[in-house]
């Protein structure tokens, strides 16, 4: 689907990258940031115990008797230690707290705060803890922080103290302090606890969100790699903008009519950006198409759609809206080029998620232009990142019925299928896409996009030597290819665990393009689980300052954040995950 950043028209699926990993699933074990998203559904099969809400104070709810089984007050007092005073006034307050009386069970913890000896470290902890659980029921957040503060510096591991405390600060707004503590409980729980999980992943993506706002609205416009470019082009076949520059031009009217061409003169600023894109001198069609726009040319609709697209294409939504409205509401604009207009607003739609608005310029864009094979492709698209695959599966039909020769249409059918198969947990409907994708592969063998779909599904089906086989014919088609590499070293990975051979290819990915945000996100990811933070953090980055969308740029902070967090934790805590 054409979006303001193309989505990964390389590989051909028409996902998000971020979407991608997580259906079809990414082949390594994630770290913390990753892992938050892997986990989240993951923990949902994990109920009990480990789900419970920690809402309720710790210990028993009933008063401890004297050591020698008094039961006399006044005889129980003289001879109860200080701790075992200190526990029956804890007790006390567990009574009060499950009978709602949170004032009189602050009280009963705070004579146990008193009463402790500072020795008994693991005790005084757990009576802070227990004053702050009914603090939070009294929605006094600084004092729930105070008391889950006393009770981490007595017992650094409290898993319950640290979890409060993250809520707290939460709540507060402290989303940096937030993620730190449940980057905490979440190591601590070896990311088994939805509760946890859930909170973590919402601070992540309010803190990308932010994050990304500020970013994306002053960052510097950047040109994708030429690869890249010609890659997106490639998805339409309707796109009058893209074709070949022929010797006398047509208008766009004149397209329907036989043998008539209009000839131009050699000023017209379109038609010498027609001729940069044919020398991939991608960096003056901008200003070549605002030439014409503003002298007013013969070509202005060509013109505004093309510095539209090429807006799109360096991330500059807000600059290419106007151009694109421009064109759709021009009554002497010739169908394809208003339908094309409308794919590409209705993909910047999308990746904005306003979904309903990208929907409504996609069935625009069918009525007015019925016969054009891109509309049902790239809506074919929009439908699956919308899960109504039986909607996309007859739009990639449609494509195909108006274009028998689209191979990455065919190919996209059979992923859409099998995506379904696979998630419904339906054999003979896997099998029966897998068969599909076979045949496409041995009808169109040039396409490398329907090798790379195919092992995607065969990853999927642990089918290793032959997805690695299908990676490699992505690579003999297309060797600048760099996101066929990222696959293909992550598959290395999954498959032999080798993390040497895994790094050399995704490495090789960004020799072939240093503009490929995908293998710096990827390489950053790996980083993260070899324990190597800052080295995971400057990959990050590096991706943030390459991405095309807000959206995109928002879920790279987003790992970016909770690798940053995990440096944090260990500094404080000492607490690492797992690496490989």
Same mark, same amino acid.
């Given at each position: ?7 990964? =028209? ?33 923990? *949902? ?77 693991? #005790?005084?902890?757990?009576?802070? @803890? ?5 603090? +939070?029921?009294?929605? $006094? ?5 105070? #008391?889950?503060?006393?009770? !981490? ?17 939460? *709540? ?9 503590? !449940?980057?905490? !409980?979440?190591?601590?729980? !070896? ?9 973590? &992943?919402?601070?992540?993506? @309010? ?56 000839? /131009? ?28 726009? +503003?002298?007013?040319? %013969?070509?202005?609709? +060509? ?21 694109? #409205? ?28 306003? =979904? ?22 790239? %809506? ?8 109504? /695959? ?7 039909? +449609? ?20 995506? @379904? ?64 590499? /990222? ?8 498959? *032999? ?19 490929? &945000? ?57 607490? $690492?995950?797992?690496?490989?």
């Amino acid at each position: 689907m054409a979006a303001s950043k193309p989505v990964e =028209p390389e590989c051909g699926t028409g996902l998000p990258r971020w979407q991608l990993a997580l259906l079809v699933g990414t082949p390594i074990v994630l770290g913390v940031g990753a892992v938050y998203l892997w986990n989240r559904n993951r923990g *949902k099969e994990k109920q009990g115990k480990k789900n419970g809400e920690r809402k309720t104070p710790e210990g028993s709810a009933s008063p401890v008797q004297g050591q020698h089984g008094a039961t006399n007050p006044e005889l129980e007092n003289m001879v109860m230690s200080p701790i075992i005073k200190a526990q029956s006034a804890k007790n006390k307050g567990n009574k009060y707290f499950k009978a709602g009386r949170y004032d009189q069970a602050i009280q009963c913890y705070t004579d146990a705060i008193s009463l402790c000896p500072k020795e008994q470290k693991g #005790d005084l902890s757990t009576f802070y @803890q227990n004053r702050a659980a009914a603090y +939070e029921q009294q929605l $006094k957040w600084t004092e729930v922080i105070q #008391d889950c503060t006393q009770a !981490v510096e007595l017992n650094p591991c409290y898993i319950k103290a640290l979890f409060r405390r993250a809520k707290a600060l939460e *709540k507060l707004g402290n989303k940096k302090e937030c993620l730190e503590d !449940v980057t905490a !409980v979440c190591i601590l729980e !070896v990311f088994q606890n939805q509760q946890s999980m859930l909170l973590a &992943d919402k601070v992540l993506k @309010q803190l990308g969100k932010e994050k990304a706002k500020e970013k994306y609205k002053n960052r510097e416009p950047l040109m994708p790699s030429p690869q890249f470019i010609k890659s997106y082009f490639s998805s339409f076949t309707d796109d009058i903008i893209s074709q070949p520059l022929q010797k006398g031009e047509k208008k766009d009217e004149d397209k329907d009519k036989e043998g008539e061409a209009s000839e /131009v003169t050699g000023s017209s600023g379109y038609l010498k950006a027609k001729q940069y894109m044919e020398e991939e001198n991608y960096d003056k069609i901008i200003s070549e198409c605002t030439k014409e726009i +503003e002298s007013g040319g %013969r070509y202005t609709a +060509e013109a505004l759609l093309l510095r539209a697209t090429f807006y799109l294409l360096i991330g500059n939504a807000t600059a290419a809206q106007p151009d694109l #409205d421009r064109v759709i509401n021009m009554d002497d604009a010739g169908v394809k080029l208003r339908a094309n207009a409308l794919i590409k607003r209705g993909s910047m739609y999308m990746q904005q998620q306003q =979904p309903q608005l990208s929907t409504q310029d996609f069935n625009m864009a069918a009525e007015i232009d019925p016969h054009n094979a891109d509309v049902y492709h790239h %809506r074919g698209q929009l439908k699956i990142l919308l899960d109504q /695959v039986e909607e996309a599966v007859g739009d990639f039909d +449609e494509c195909i019925k108006l274009r028998p020769d689209s191979a990455l249409a065919q190919a996209q059918k059979c992923f859409a299928l099998y995506r @379904q198969a696979y998630t419904g947990n339906n054999p003979s409907q896997v099998q029966k896409a897998m068969d599909g994708f076979e045949d496409v592969i041995r009808r169109f063998q040039k396409c490398a996009e329907g090798y790379a779909l195919y092992a995607q599904a065969l990853t999927d089906q642990q089918q290793f030597g032959k997805a690695d086989e299908m990676y490699d014919k992505c690579i003999e088609l297309e060797p600048d290819n760099a996101t066929t590499y /990222v696959h293909k070293g992550l598959l290395q990975l999954q498959w *032999k665990q080798d993390l040497e051979m895994g790094l050399e290819l995704i490495s090789k990915a960004i020799e072939i393009d240093n503009k490929c &945000d995908f293998a710096y996100e990827t390489m950053g990811t790996i980083e993260v689980q070899r324990g190597n933070l800052d080295k995971a953090i400057d990959m990050f980055n590096k991706a943030i300052n390459l991405a095309k969308s807000e959206m995109e740029m928002a879920h790279l902070y987003s790992l970016c954040d909770a690798a940053y967090a995990q440096t944090e934790v260990a500094k404080k805590y000492g607490l $690492k995950p797992p690496t490989l």
